[in-house]
């Protein structure tokens, strides 16, 4: 049995914790796959001592390995920003696709959730979700977890991201068109999750491909 759950969206917006929910609710595999990107920038940073260089950061993708989406410093800001980056380059893109696609449709169901999984990485997915919140929300959820006071600049951050997400040539951020819009503003995340579940049960077809 091959199901896949795309789930889409801006960061903060809550596309993480819902995914990670509805995977366990349905017995599926989770990727997040904004790790993959996180990783790969974050080390192309460090190598590059404070530059990203294209070329090493698509080579870094080719070698990308399950252990270096275990450090602990994935989720900080700076990771965010070193992924917003790669991940506008096509070379990472192109190199970090089939393992993306792989995992979609693996035996036993999948949930991935990223920015292009029901446009570009799997776009014949069962289940497709666009989650997000008003850039405000997202901002003081994004600071609460990073523990920072200073949620104008967090703000910030996430606008300019959100930018080169939606404007790169390469995979942009958008809905696919047959997406279900999950607006998590003033949702609380049981609400959300609840409602996500209800879908994914409405597209579910055990006795299906």
Do not use: N
Request: hydrophobic share 50%.
């Amino acid at each position: 049995m091959r199901f896949t759950v795309a789930i889409d969206g801006p960061a903060a917006a809550g596309k993480g914790t819902i995914g990670r929910v509805v995977a366990r609710e349905f017995g599926f595999d989770h990727l997040d796959t904004g790790l993959l990107y996180r990783a790969v920038g974050v080390q192309a940073l460090e190598d590059g001592r404070g530059v990203i260089d294209p070329f090493w950061a698509a080579e870094l993708a080719r070698r990308l390995t399950p252990a270096a989406l275990a450090r602990d410093d994935l989720r900080s800001g700076r990771a965010g920003q070193a992924a917003s980056k790669v991940a506008a380059m096509a070379p990472v893109r192109a190199a970090l696709l089939q393992f993306q696609k792989d995992f979609a449709r693996r035996d036993g169901g999948a949930v991935l959730d990223g920015r292009d999984i029901g446009t570009v990485i799997c776009p014949e997915a069962e289940a497709k979700l666009f989650v997000t919140a008003s850039d405000e929300v997202r901002a003081a959820r994004r600071a609460a977890e990073l523990a920072a006071a200073d949620v104008a600049a967090v703000l910030a951050d996430l606008r300019a991201r959100d930018a080169r997400d939606a404007a790169r040539d390469v995979a942009p951020m958008v809905a696919a068109p047959d997406a279900l819009l999950l607006d998590t503003t003033d949702m609380s995340i049981d609400a959300a999750v609840a409602e996500a579940i209800a879908y994914v049960k409405s597209r579910f077809d055990p006795g299906g491909e």
